[in-house]
């Protein structure tokens, strides 16, 4: 069914340098979040801490009534049997092909006999569509499918909570739209907890119910989805319009001078905010609200157009 | 300013305060089963295939040395008859252990370091840790054991390869006879003396193991931050087993008195 993920005044530097402080912010049992933020604002780091690979200053992550944070060690790698974990650039181990890869939980943490864990890799490789590659080594195969293989092994234990280090950095622009396509029917079928950190403004604003934006060391804004595209926030705005205009440069934000030059400019107008992408299979995911709910809730109105199907940015749906 | 010389100061005490509680945890770790058998044995097998050769090119020229140093003193104190046992003693005491810390940390540590420092990096280590796997129990204790395995092998082989050549140029070079040079052995020798070989062959490959591990696993900062881990281990190594291998030989030339003729 998925499980909540509870992070409180979360703070992490590394050394001297302060890499965000203060996050605070619900991860919802069973949603598919997505965390924005520009290169080297610590979204890989972030993810890291969450499942206890790295040991925040401050503060606490609170799953199933268990700190992470401050755990034993051994609790941990209990804990840890919830997470599926997709890593940056699939960290598949170089030494086994990609059949052993996606086997190897299965061999650790299950009694499953080896005709049984056949059944099991044969699936999730043909989920990602690699049918066909298992003898390959890592190093033999593409970025791309690296990554795809790596998201088959986070599948392999049936996780609660599953989380992506930028799945679609280096696929191209349709392995893109298929990717979000599984990422949202995974989640209609297996109900988990789904984060996803990514650069990609199309997966952010189709994909996800709820946004979050890592900005300037801190946790910018986290909320519904049509909230943020919604928002005239300048950070926010920037960012999921990727503008220039706006608080960040190129380098991390722009200095007075800049934006005292950028005040008079007239802000481009929202864009219309696109329809959530959809289940292949029709059916709507336990978490799906309907489309503007939000934003009617809350007396928002949203850009002109939005909510139009023919509005909608992807492909996949 | 006070704080930033202490921190200086300080900085190396607590390098080697998290390098010991590594290798604490690194003996924890050999005890948790199950024992990672398979990997046991291919780690061994890989750190003898990349040694042995260079270990015998480092041998036979060793001991080569020593029996034309030893010879050439020994001569010029009219006391031939005690050359073999002089080079027994140089060779298996001090030579075969030094050639092996030499080979162990230059070839075998830094081929782990390299290869953890790679795993680090593509994040195989965080991976293994995501699935429950503690990659200390199923990576490091293995390459420790497999070290130290073959830090003995090797220990036995210089020993053996150092005499050889020393009898070769003894009896070939400097005119001695291959039965004085025999007899001799164990004039000054003693058992002990193989004993302490031995132990400090293991030390030494405990010590290049885990500091090659630890360098390894904490390599950062992409493909160069392994190429410093690698260059880094190989230094601390060295270091470390000079100034074991001193320590070692003090107590042991305390402990055990030596023979006389
Ligand atoms: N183990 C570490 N030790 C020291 N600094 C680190 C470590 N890991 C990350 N950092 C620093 O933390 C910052 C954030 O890194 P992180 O990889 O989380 O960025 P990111 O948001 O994932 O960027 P990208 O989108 O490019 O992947 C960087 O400045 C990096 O140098
Ligand atoms: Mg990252």
Known sequence: MGVEIKVEHLTKSFGKQLIWGDVTLTIPAGEICVMLGPSGTGKSVFLKTLIGLLKPDRGSVIIEGTDIASCPERELYEIRKLFGVLFQDGAMFGSMNLYDNIAFPLREHTKKSE????????????????????????????GGMRKRAGLARALVLDPEIVLFDEPDSGLDPVRTSFLNQLIVDLNAQIDATFLIVTHDINTARTVPDNIGLLYHKHLAM???????????????????????????????????????AESDQELPALPPIPMQLEPSNGIPRRSQREPGAWCRDNGVTPPPGSFDDNMSMTTGA | MSSLTSARFLKPVGAAGTLFAFALDVGRALFRRPFQ?????????????????????????????????????????????FTGSASVLAVVQQA????????????????????????????????????????IQRLVVPRVLG?????????????????????????????GTPGAYIASFTALAQLPDLWVGLVKALIFGLIAAIVAAYKGINAGGGPKGVGDAVNESVVITFVLLFIVNFIISAIYLQVIPPKTG
């Open chain 2, 147 to 175: 070290c130290m395995l073959v830090a003995v092998f090797l220990n036995g082989m210089v020993s053996v390869v150092g005499v050889a050549g020393g009898y070769v140029f003894n009896v070939g070079l400097q005119g």
């Open chain 2, 96 to 135: 075969a252990p030094i050639a092996t810390a030499l080979l162990i940390a230059g070839a075998g540590g830094s081929a782990i370091a390299a290869d953890l420092g790679a795993r680090k990096i593509r994040e195989e280590l965080d991976a293994m840790m995501v699935l429950g796997i503690d990659p």
């Open chain 1, 222 to 260: 986290f909320g519904p989805r049509e909230m943020l595209l919604s928002s005239e926030e300048p950070v926010v705005r920037q960012f999921l319009n990727a503008q220039k205009v706006g608080p960040i440069g190129m380098s991390e934000e722009k200095d007075a001078d800049e934006l005292a």
């Open chain 1, 115 to 142: 005709s049984e864990v056949r059944d099991v890799v044969m699936e999730k490789l043909d989920l990602v569509g690699l049918l066909g590659t298992e003898d390959k080594l890592p190093g033999e195969i593409s």
């Open chain 2, 37 to 81: 058998t398979r990997e046991f044995i291919q780690q061994a097998w890989f750190v003898a295939s990349v040694t042995i050769v260079p270990t015998a090119l480092v041998a036979i020229p060793f001991g080569a040395v020593i029996a034309l140093q030893v010879g050439g003193l020994i001569r010029q104190f009219g006391a031939q008859s």
